[in-house]
Structures are given as structure tokens and as C-alpha cells.
């Protein structure tokens, strides 16, 4: 079983800056996505970037230029650098990665972290 936990999250002005992280702990054999979605209230969840092993990422046309994804393969750690924040990017922010767990006999796995909030308010 893989678990994701977010840190970063928190209340900001227009035009301020957050990261998030999202760390992924438990049997991964190995990783092939991570990437961040967000949710808000009465609307569906969608994607915001996305990132695969070799690198290459992609954006929601709403963030582009604005944010940045990366990761850290050694630490199973996803990041999202959010610039230039605006009122409409308010949300919860989910964390997702899928790839192969478990040791002795890997399988594909897709797991969800628990959330965390963003609000853009002046």
C-alpha cells in the first residue's frame, strides 16, 4: 500500500506564492506519475500538472506559466511552485502518483493524499 502526504498548503493574497509537497512512503517498487489535481467547492476534480519518470510534464492551461511542477525520484516527493496566485485557483489540492508497489511480486498501484487546502483571498 502507498500513502501520499501534502504539506504547504494555507491561505494567500492575489499575486503571492505557495509550494506544495507531497511525499509517497510505503512498498513502491517504482513510480511512474505524480502529479496535482484540485477541487473546488461544487465543481469537479482536474488536473493541474502532471509528471512523468523521464521528466516531462503537463499543465492545465489555467497555471501555465504560473506553476511549476517537479519531483525528487530518491525521495518519492512531488512539488508544485504556485506563482502569481489567483482568486479562481482556490481549491483543495490532491496529490496523486501511480507506478508498481509492493517488493516480491510488484502491481500497479494509484493512490490519492488526503488534501490539502489552498485559498487566494485579499
Not at 465543481?43 to 510534464?57: E, F, H, N, P, Y
Not at 504556485?82 to 509492493?102: F, H, I, P, Q, R
Amino acid at each position: 500500500h502507498v500513502q501520499l502526504v501534502e504539506s504547504g498548503g494555507g491561505l494567500v493574497q492575489p499575486g503571492g506564492s505557495l509550494r506544495l509537497s507531497c511525499a509517497a512512503s510505503g512498498s513502491i517498487f517504482s513510480i511512474n506519475a505524480m502529479g496535482w489535481y484540485r477541487q473546488a467547492p461544487g465543481k469537479q476534480r482536474d488536473l493541474v500538472a502532471r509528471i512523468i519518470l523521464d521528466g516531462s510534464t503537463n499543465y492545465a492551461d489555467s497555471v501555465k506559466g504560473r506553476f511549476t511542477i517537479s519531483r525528487d525520484n530518491a525521495k518519492n516527493t512531488v512539488y508544485l511552485q504556485m506563482n502569481s496566485l489567483k482568486l479562481e485557483d482556490t481549491a483543495v489540492y490532491y496529490c496523486y502518483a501511480d507506478g508498481l508497489g509492493g517488493y516480491t511480486d510488484p502491481r500497479p498501484f494509484a493512490s490519492w493524499g488526503q488534501g490539502t487546502q489552498v485559498t487566494v483571498s485579499s
